[in-house]
């Protein structure tokens, strides 16, 4: 079965960092664009970063220079580097990606089951 696994969520003071990962496994053969999106209670969901497979990284503009997305493909695995938290950042973090699946290695779409991150002192 393929899936993504999210890791990494908590509390943590205004400030203070966390560091998310997000695995892909099953029956897979590399990932294309792997993304973190976020939505706070009451909100919609909202793309935080993107990362393509053999290109840069995007951002959504307010949160350039707190989070940093990276990849590792020998690991089919996509980080969040949260920096500087603030009460605002609070949401279920999703990880999405597109996986080559199978021996066709057709593209599939695939999301994460959300991990919470909660900025409070």
């Known amino acids: 079965q393929v899936q993504l696994v999210e890791s990494g969520g908590g509390l943590v003071q205004p400030g203070g960092s966390l560091r998310l990962s997000c695995a892909a496994s099953?029956?897979?053969?590399?990932?294309?664009?792997m993304s973190w999106y976020r939505q706070a209670p009451g909100k919609p969901r909202e793309l935080v970063a993107t990362i393509p497979r053999g290109g840069s990284a995007d951002y959504a503009d307010s949160l350039k220079g707190r989070f940093t997305i990276s990849r590792d493909n020998a690991k089919n695995t996509v980080y969040l580097q949260l920096d500087n938290l603030k009460p605002e950042d609070t949401a279920v973090y999703y990880c999405?990606?597109?996986?080559?699946?199978?021996?066709?290695?057709?593209?599939?779409?695939?999301w994460g089951q959300g991990t919470q991150v909660t900025v409070s002192s």
């Open positions: 099953g029956n897979i053969f590399g990932a294309d664009v």
């Open positions: 999405y990606a597109v996986l080559r699946v199978g021996r066709a290695r057709e593209p599939f779409n695939y």
